[in-house]
C-alpha cells in the first residue's frame, strides 16, 4: 500500500512537499514515481526515481521546479514542488514499478492528494 500527504491548496509561486509512505511490501526494489491527474485530462507523467542508483525523470513541465527523493530506510519517496502554478492543479498519485515515465508500468498506486493552487 501506499499513502501520499502533503497536498493542499497554496497560491501560485508557493511550495509544497508531498510524501508517499510504502507499507506492506518491499517498496525498496522498485522505482518510484509522481504522476498526476487535472480534471478532464488524462493521467500525466512527473518524476521518477530509481530503485537503487537515485537516477531521476522529470516532466518538462516540471523540470527545475520539482524534485524527487527517495528515503530507502523510512520506505518513502517526496515531491517537493516549488514555484507552483494554477497549472500544477491536479491530483497527485505515487506509484512503484519499473523505472519508466508510463503509467501502465507501475504496479502499485496510491489513493492520490489534491494539490490546488490560485492565482
Known amino acids: 500500500e501506499l499513502v501520499e500527504s502533503g497536498g493542499g491548496l497554496v497560491q501560485a509561486g508557493d511550495s509544497l512537499r508531498l510524501s508517499c509512505t510504502a507499507s506492506?511490501?518491499?517498496?525498496?526494489?522498485?522505482?518510484m514515481a509522481w504522476f498526476r491527474q487535472a480534471p478532464g485530462k488524462e493521467r500525466e507523467f512527473v518524476a521518477l526515481?530509481?530503485?537503487?542508483?537515485?537516477?531521476?525523470q522529470y516532466a518538462d513541465s516540471v523540470k527545475g521546479r520539482f524534485a524527487i527523493s527517495r528515503d530507502n530506510a523510512k520506505k518513502s519517496v517526496f515531491l517537493q514542488m516549488s514555484s507552483l502554478r494554477p497549472e500544477d492543479t491536479a491530483v497527485y498519485y505515487c506509484?512503484?514499478?519499473?523505472?519508466?515515465?508510463?503509467?501502465?508500468?507501475?504496479?502499485?498506486w496510491g489513493q492520490g492528494t489534491q494539490v490546488t493552487v490560485s492565482p
Open positions: 506509484a512503484g514499478g519499473a523505472y519508466s515515465i508510463y503509467a501502465h508500468m507501475y504496479l502499485y
Open positions: 526515481v530509481h530503485a537503487n542508483n537515485g537516477s531521476t
Open positions: 506492506g511490501l518491499t517498496a525498496n526494489y522498485y522505482s
